[in-house]
């Protein structure tokens, strides 16, 4: 069976960080990407990066340069670095991974809120 567990959410202030990991359990094959969406209140879900398989980052405009996806050797773990919040950075934020056959698998999120 196929787990995504998310960590690290929480209540920040402007401009400080936090650092999200999502850690995969089960047999998961043909995996074409792991990635980071987020869901504001009252808004639709979107993309806030991926890596795929080859190493390859990519980013939402709005989080360019401020986060940055990563996941360990073994592709058990990804990790969201976010730096200088921002009160619009709230969201629940979910795990994905991607895989050729099988469609996506999800987490179950995690809430990151951004206030002062």
């Known amino acids: 069976q196929v787990q995504l567990v998310e960590s690290g959410g929480g209540l920040v202030q402007p401009g400080e960080s936090l650092k999200l990991s999502c850690v995969v359990s089960?047999?998961?094959?043909?995996?074409?990407?792991m990635a980071w969406y987020r869901q504001p209140p009252g808004k639709q879900r979107e993309l806030v990066a991926n890596?795929?398989?080859?190493?390859?980052?990519n980013y939402a405009d709005s989080v360019k340069g401020r986060f940055t996806i990563s996941r360990d050797n073994a592709g058990n773990t990804v990790y969201l670095q976010m730096n200088s919040l921002k009160p619009e950075d709230t969201a629940v934020y979910y795990c994905?991974?991607?895989?050729?056959?099988?469609?996506?698998?999800w987490g179950q999120g995690t809430q990151v809120t951004v206030s002062s």
């Open positions: 994905s991974i991607q895989t050729m056959l099988i469609g996506t698998y």
């Open positions: 089960g047999n998961i094959f043909g995996v074409v990407a």
């Open positions: 890596i795929m398989t080859g190493g390859s980052t």
